[in-house]
């Protein structure tokens, strides 16, 4: 089986276990974002469509090399031999905040959770944009975790 050269680094470093993150556009961002407002205590979520969608600082190569450096293969998932995609889906707030972080499709319960860790894990973006202004957009990336031999 022909390695990729990403593959071979991690070989090369001696990691026996490494994750792949792929982007895709429809899957990177969604393009909705959130303004809440309230009405007799109860928030109401309007979804409208996006001018500018939030921008990672560096762009995705620096976010897949920032998900690359902290992702840690979890030891259960390791022995359970669970590898696969986890979907994470995350608000970036007005001031570029990731918020709200959750699975949205789950592959093992540790691989979940250092997902989970690691998009916490990371800095202010530029936030999303609506006529000019900052609003909250939803985000999902997927995440992928594959064992290597």
């Given at each position: 089986?022909?390695?990729?050269l990403v593959?071979?680094?991690?070989?090369?470093?001696?990691?026996?276990?490494?994750?792949?993150?792929f982007f895709?556009?429809?899957?990177?961002?969604?393009?909705?974002?959130?303004?809440?407002?309230?009405?007799?205590?109860?928030?109401?979520?309007?979804?409208?469509?996006?001018?500018?969608?939030?921008?990672?600082?560096?762009?995705?190569?620096?976010?897949?090399?920032?998900?690359?450096?902290?992702?840690?293969?979890?030891?259960?998932?390791?022995?359970?031999?669970?590898?696969?995609?986890?979907?994470?889906?995350?608000?970036?707030?007005?001031?570029?905040?990731?918020?709200?972080?959750?699975?949205?499709?789950?592959?093992?319960?540790?691989?979940?959770?250092?997902?989970?860790?690691?998009?916490?894990?990371?800095?202010?973006?530029?936030?999303?944009?609506?006529?000019?202004?900052?609003?909250?957009?939803?985000?999902?990336?997927?995440?992928?975790?594959?064992?290597?031999?």
């Open positions: 089986m022909k390695q990729t593959g071979k680094w991690f070989l090369k470093k001696g990691i026996f276990a490494f994750v792949l993150l895709t556009l429809a899957l990177a961002f969604s393009t909705s974002s959130c303004n809440k407002n309230q009405k007799s205590d109860q928030k109401e979520m309007d979804v409208t469509v996006v001018d500018n969608k939030p921008q990672y600082p560096g762009g995705n190569s620096a976010m897949i090399n920032f998900i690359s450096k902290k992702v840690k293969y979890p030891a259960a998932a390791k022995e359970a031999g669970a590898e696969g995609e986890v979907i994470v889906s995350f608000l970036i707030d007005e001031k570029g905040r990731v918020t709200n972080a959750e699975v949205k499709k789950s592959v093992h319960p540790a691989l979940d959770k250092e997902a989970l860790r690691v998009v916490k894990l990371m800095p202010k973006w530029e936030p999303g944009r609506q006529n000019g202004e900052p609003v909250v957009v939803s985000v999902e990336i997927p995440i992928s975790f594959k064992l290597t031999l």
